[in-house]
C-alpha cells in the first residue's frame, strides 16, 4: 500500500499571502495524484488532478506540482473560502490511498 | 447536474446490521465507478472501496476487505454500503464518491452519511 505523507499538519497563513502545502508518496505514483479541498460540513471538492491539472470551476490562484514522489499544492493569496483541510490521494496503485491531511488556518 | 444523494444518519448498537445508500442522478449510473471514503472522527480521509456498477465488479482496500460489503441496484442508480455486525469503531461519516471518467479520483461527492454505533 502507497502511503502518502503530508506537510505541515497545519500551516497558519495570512489571508493574501501564499501557502504552499507538501504530499510525499512512499513510492513513486507518476503524476497520478488528486488534491481535494474538504471544509466542516461539506463534502470534499477536487481541486487538482494529474498533479497539475485544474478540475472545473477551481480558481487559478490553485496549482500542483511534482512527480514521481514529491508534490506540491500552492495557493498563490489565499482568500477567507480557502481556510479548510487539504488532502492528496494517489490513484496509481489500489488501494487508491489519501494523505492525512493539511490543516490550512487563517494566522 | 450530476447528484450523489446519500440516506440520511443512522444511530445503531454494536452487533446491528446496517445498509447506507448514494442515489445518484444526471448521469448513466452504469458508467462510472462508484466509491465509499470514511472519515472517523477528527481523522482524515480513507479509501474503502470502489464498485462499478455495470457489472457490479469491486476492488476492496486490504483494511476494509471483509469489514464491509459494497453493492449496486442499476434499476434505481444507487450504490451501497453495508455492515452485518457494525462496531462502536465504525462510528464515522461515510461519504460516497464518483470516480472521474478514466482514472480513480473523485469528482462528485455525496454529502455524507454519519453512522454513530453505541451502546
Known amino acids: 500500500e502507497i502511503v502518502l505523507t503530508q506537510s505541515p499538519g497545519t500551516l497558519s497563513v495570512s489571508p493574501g499571502e501564499r501557502a504552499t502545502l507538501s504530499c510525499r508518496a512512499s513510492q513513486s505514483v507518476s503524476d497520478y495524484l488528486a488534491w481535494y479541498q474538504h471544509k466542516a460540513g461539506q463534502a470534499p471538492r477536487l481541486l487538482i488532478y494529474?498533479?497539475?491539472s485544474w478540475a472545473t470551476g477551481v480558481p487559478d490562484r490553485f496549482s500542483g506540482s511534482g512527480s514521481g514522489t514529491g508534490f506540491t499544492l500552492t495557493i498563490s493569496r489565499l482568500e477567507p473560502e480557502d481556510f479548510a483541510v487539504y488532502y492528496c490521494q494517489q490513484y496509481a496503485n489500489p488501494p487508491f490511498t489519501f494523505g492525512q491531511g493539511t490543516k490550512l488556518e487563517i494566522k | 447536474e450530476v447528484q450523489l444523494v446519500q440516506s440520511g444518519a443512522e444511530v445503531k448498537k454494536p452487533g446491528e446490521s446496517l445498509k447506507i445508500s448514494c442515489n445518484v442522478s444526471g448521469y448513466m449510473f452504469t458508467n462510472y465507478w462508484i466509491g465509499w471514503v470514511r472519515q472517523m472522527p477528527g481523522k482524515g480521509l480513507e479509501w474503502m472501496g470502489i464498485i462499478y456498477p455495470g457489472d457490479s465488479g469491486t476492488i476492496y482496500s486490504p483494511s476494509f476487505q471483509g469489514q464491509v460489503t459494497i453493492s449496486a441496484d442499476k434499476s434505481i442508480s444507487t450504490a451501497y454500503l453495508q455492515w452485518s455486525s457494525l462496531k462502536v469503531s465504525d462510528t464515522a461519516m461515510y461519504y460516497c464518491a464518483r470516480r472521474w471518467n478514466a482514472y480513480y479520483f473523485f469528482d462528485y461527492w455525496g454529502q455524507g452519511t454519519l453512522v454513530t454505533v453505541s451502546s
Open positions: 494529474g498533479a497539475s
